[in-house]
């Protein structure tokens, strides 16, 4: 792949080049590339503003006040072009929700994401070095 990128070239323009090198030197190249996100599902019905836009022609005039943290379950899961992997729940042992952090992040979600791939690929009899996440 070296060369698919002149100095000066546009950022955008250099990144697809090295993709459709990567796709004509492997074409399951995109069935085994990864895309994940999580989500926060409040559990007293409070909806995130910034995921939901409401349109109508008439203002809303009730106002209904929430507690600054309500209670919230997380979910996270991995998805590709042949299979969706997860999902995946921050709680502890006993069912309840726990805050993300760095390494309840790294021992709740990333060691099951990658016991379940590496179980997806033994499966598939695909090299799991071949993955992108």
């Not at 323009?13 to 492997?26: S, Y």
């Amino acid at each position: 792949m070296a060369g698919l990128c002149e100095s000066g070239s546009e950022p955008a323009g250099c990144l697809k080049a090295i993709c459709q090198a990567m796709i004509n030197e492997n074409a399951t190249f995109l069935s085994n590339i990864r895309f994940s996100d999580e989500c926060h599902i409040h559990l007293d019905g409070y909806i995130d503003k910034q995921t939901t836009r409401f349109f109508g022609f008439e203002q809303l005039d009730v106002i209904v006040q929430t507690p600054f943290h309500s209670e919230r379950v997380t979910i996270w899961c991995a998805i590709s072009a042949k299979v969706v992997l997860g999902p995946y729940f921050v709680e502890d042992d006993g069912g309840h929700s726990l805050t993300v952090n760095q390494d309840r992040y790294k021992n709740l979600i990333i060691t099951a994401f990658l016991r379940d791939l590496r179980r997806l690929c033994r499966a598939r009899n695909v090299a799991y070095h071949t993955q992108w996440f």
